[in-house]
């Protein structure tokens, strides 16, 4: 005797969260009648009823005769909040999807821009991710190079970056464990370790510490839309050596202060528009202009962090386009920041941690060699076939209408 497999007893009704409307319309319109409704969401205490996201996905399960049995809201790719009705109360649930984790290998040779070797060498991400996975490498890397102005056609960089998902297949890029790179002629090399003290930091070849007294560059990599040196001034249309370094970014990006120092200067510089000065341990001072704001609590005297807020990027004084112009000066003298900037390396391991590191590297190295080495035997896209000439990315958007 053969039995008819039964019907499910019940409806899923999906859709989402319109802009603007109030959470009691939208469990009406799931069937939920309007004092019900009401009861369903004076139980909410996850989730503010009144700002609920629009695009929210809600789902409500729906019984032919008792009407609704619960309704789900998706808030997140991992985390739901689900009312189940008991009787004439509801009662609210939190359901967070676990992201399992493996490990891959991203191996880049560079064409043009950092985001665009990544892209093609992390075909274990979807691609909507693939940009994060470079802003991660580039942050590690951040205390070393200034990525937006170092990197040069022929670069290569590989790592090994931990893969989080869901079993829906949501994919995201989690830790990254390992990085190696030579940029800019410059080998450079990143592990992550955890410390006695229980931190995870990245360290060098050496077992020093990544993080240094100065950052390279005084926008986040991911901010940064190009670079430029000195050409003809735009404004005053004659030619002048160019004394700093100009980064294009949108309006209103953070400029973070490339060291630990004390505010020497907040306001207005003549051409220089609206302009920070930061005077540092060893004297060297840092000069952010064009500035379409200060920072909060910046005024003459004031202390700051490393990377913390000092402006945001303008286009105020002399400047055609929303750029931040940057200085090094030391005894009012102007300096590359390329050769003041230079890192070696920050505080080294403790020696007790020194044979832990050394076996924690050695681990994640190799395994990171071994696929690099499987990667370029097996597929054609490896690293190196891929290589045309072109000019990296400062080099391309030297155009941009932006000026001094
Ligand atoms: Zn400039």
Known sequence: MVEEPAAPVFDLRTDTIHSGEPLLAVLQRHGLGHDEANRAIAELSLLDARR???????????????????????????????????????????ERLPWSVDTVAVAGVVTSTLTDAVARAAGEFPASVRTDVAYRIAQVLEYRVDMSRDLRVGDSIVALVERESTAKGHVRPGRLLATRASIGGQALEAVRFETAGGEEMYYDAEGKSMRAAFLRAPLEFSRISSVYGSRKHPILKTWRQHTGVDYAARSGTPVRSIGDGRVVFAGWKGGYG????????????????????????????????????????????LATGPHLHFEILVNGSHRDPRVALKNVGGEPLPASQRSAFAMRRSALLGDLNARVYAMQDGTPSAPGQSSRPGNVRPAETRAAGASN
């Open 52 to 94: 609920v996201r629009a695009g929210t996905e809600v789902v409500a399960q729906v019984h032919p005769d008792s009407g609704v049995l619960n309704v789900t809201f998706q808030l997140a790719i991992d985390r739901v909040v689900k009312l189940i009705r008991s009787g004439d109360t509801w009662v609210e649930t939190e």
């Open 274 to 317: 609206r302009t920070v000065e930061v005077r540092h341990a060893n004297g060297m001072v840092s000069r952010y202009a064009h500035l379409s704001a200060l920072g909060a609590g910046i005024r003459v005297g004031a202390p700051v962090k490393i990377a913390s807020t000092v402006g945001r990027v303008g286009m105020t004084g």
